[in-house]
């Protein structure tokens, strides 16, 4: 009897195994079949993107402000957790039709988990030309938006009518001689004429709390110059103009009414490679000989990002670490490789806003 006791437990302990077994397995297969599901899972792009305005006529005295603002719907992967990137296409119709259909479209990436882009008059009226429609002429783009996360997918197009303008480009500048420089006009810093006539604008550094103060001539002389009055007045031969404390500034300076302004304006390195990691920028200097901004100082090993006045509002990033260039709004970042002193240097695309080109070389 002993025996076939000993004989019944073994068999139902055996039992009992193979149930777990069984279960487990179960769960395994079930894992299995949930990961092919999450990754086989449809995913839709719900709706049209929304453009407005339908219809712009773009002018040169509006190239800053904005031109049109593309928003859409959200696009829901089955992964929640990952951030999903949005990026924005643009083409001509006849390029959207047939095999090589939106290969030759422009793209201008929106962000991460972002539902909308603003492009600016002068962005929107170089890619209209790029494009082949005529200064003055009315023409028609289309677009559409790319959401990825694990696979691209993309919206349904839509299009609306552009007519761009002839740029005008002036030679006119103002010159800034000052303590800075050792009131000098023909070394000074130059602010060139904007889109308005007499209207002048540019970037200055002043990184000497003693040496804020500076005058404007209309020429590399003093045969005319300008002061201020306090006020935000231009005054001829007037007392000396200056900023409240040393930092980057955008100066701007109207001949046509006699008034200038000063308003804080710095790009900085932000990112695990810079001094202030991600909680804060590390200023750069406008070097205005050089027409470009830079840095120089330590890095370390890590991501490296430009942002404008220490806010994302304004931010670039690049995609990769061989072709030096950043794009407005990219979620990428450059990798410093070691850690060492360089010299980091940033300038934007004269022609496309939404570009930027930089160097980082080890000293």
């Known amino acids: 009897m002993k025996i076939i006791y000993n004989n019944i437990w073994f068999a139902f302990l055996a039992l009992i195994g193979l149930g777990l077994t069984s279960c487990e397995n179960e769960d395994d297969a079930s894992m299995y079949v949930n990961d092919e599901l999450t990754t086989l899972k449809k995913v839709n792009f719900e709706g049209t993107p929304q453009v407005s305005p339908r219809d712009i006529v773009l002018t040169?005295?509006?190239?800053?402000?904005?031109?049109?603002?593309?928003?859409?719907?959200?696009?829901?992967?089955?992964?929640?957790?990952?951030?999903?990137?949005?990026?924005?296409?643009?083409?001509?119709?006849?390029?959207?039709?047939?095999?090589?259909?939106?290969?030759?479209?422009?793209?201008?990436?929106?962000?991460?988990?972002?539902l909308g882009k603003q492009l600016n008059v002068k962005t929107l009226n170089t890619m209209a030309k790029s494009f082949g429609i005529q200064a003055d002429t009315k023409g028609t783009l289309v677009y559409r938006v790319q959401a990825y996360m694990d696979r691209a997918i993309f919206s349904k197009a839509g299009a609306f009518k552009v007519t761009p303008y002839s740029e005008t480009v002036s030679s006119a500048v103002v010159y800034v001689p000052g303590t800075y420089q050792g009131w000098d006009?023909?070394?000074a810093a130059t602010l060139p004429e904007t889109s308005q006539s007499g209207v002048f604008e540019g970037v200055?550094?002043?990184?000497?709390?003693?040496?804020?103060?500076?005058?404007?001539t209309t020429g590399p002389n003093w045969d005319e110059n300008y002061g201020g009055d306090g006020n935000g007045n231009l005054v001829q031969d007037g007392d000396n103009a200056f900023v409240p404390s040393i930092g980057s500034y955008k100066i701007r300076i109207n001949l046509n009414n006699l008034t200038w302004m000063a308003e804080p304006y710095s790009f900085g390195?932000?990112?695990?490679?810079?001094?202030?990691?991600?909680?804060?920028?590390?200023d750069m200097t406008y070097n205005y000989q050089e027409g470009l901004w830079e840095f120089t100082g330590d890095l370390v090993a890590g991501a490296l990002k430009f942002r404008l006045n220490d806010e994302w509002t304004v931010n670039y990033g690049s995609q990769n670490n061989t072709d030096f260039v950043a794009y407005l709004d990219d979620p990428g970042a450059h990798n410093v490789e070691a850690a060492g002193t360089y010299r980091v240097t940033f300038m934007i695309d004269n022609e496309d806003a939404s570009v930027a080109y930089y160097t980082l070389e080890a000293q």
């Open 204 to 216: 200055i550094t002043f990184d000497d709390p003693a040496a804020l103060d500076f005058k404007f």
């Open 60 to 114: 040169q005295e509006m190239q800053d402000e904005p031109a049109i603002n593309v928003s859409w719907n959200k696009v829901v992967y089955p992964i929640a957790e990952a951030p999903v990137e949005y990026t924005l296409q643009f083409d001509v119709p006849s390029d959207t039709l047939g095999e090589t259909a939106w290969q030759n479209a422009t793209n201008i990436i929106a962000g991460s988990d972002v």
């Open 185 to 187: 006009p023909t070394t």
């Open 269 to 282: 390195i932000i990112g695990t490679a810079t001094p202030g990691g991600w909680d804060s920028d590390t």
